[in-house]
């Protein structure tokens, strides 16, 4: 089992920026790769970033390349997503998930285990 929990979300005003964390707990957290997906209300969970297992590799939605970086530290068993130049469009509640898998991780079934979730709000 593995436990997430996230933080870092709150009110922020368009170009803002927020980091988020997701603290992990239970097995070795470096086995999961990491991913942060987002829900806006009224819509699909959507991908937003994924990190794997060492942190060499990154992958991110069209949405937020250029804008978004997803970072781990494995010591501290924890996962970041710098937010930069923030939209209103952003706001969502945003979730980290972990996966074993190795393929396909923009895909949220690809993920076993999932956080509550943190708010973004992004005023304009």
């Known amino acids: 089992q593995v436990q997430l929990v996230e933080s870092g979300g709150g009110l922020v005003q368009a170009g803002g920026s927020l980091r988020l964390s997701c603290a992990a707990s239970?097995?070795?957290?470096?086995?999961?790769?990491m991913g942060w997906f987002r829900q806006a209300p009224g819509k699909e969970r959507e991908f937003v970033a994924v990190?794997?297992?060492?942190?060499?590799?990154?992958y991110y939605s069209d949405s937020v390349k250029g804008r978004f970086t997803i970072s781990r530290d494995n010591a501290k068993n924890k996962v970041y997503l710098q937010m930069n130049s923030l939209k209103p469009e952003d706001t969502a509640v945003f979730y980290c998930?972990?996966?074993?898998?190795?393929?396909?991780?923009?895909?949220?079934?690809?993920?076993?285990?999932w956080g509550q979730g943190t708010q973004v709000t992004v005023s304009s």
């Open positions: 239970g097995r070795t957290f470096s086995s999961y790769a």
């Open positions: 990190i794997n297992y060492f942190g060499a590799n990154t």
């Open positions: 998930a972990a996966t074993s898998k190795y393929s396909t991780l923009y895909d949220s079934r690809q993920y076993e285990y």
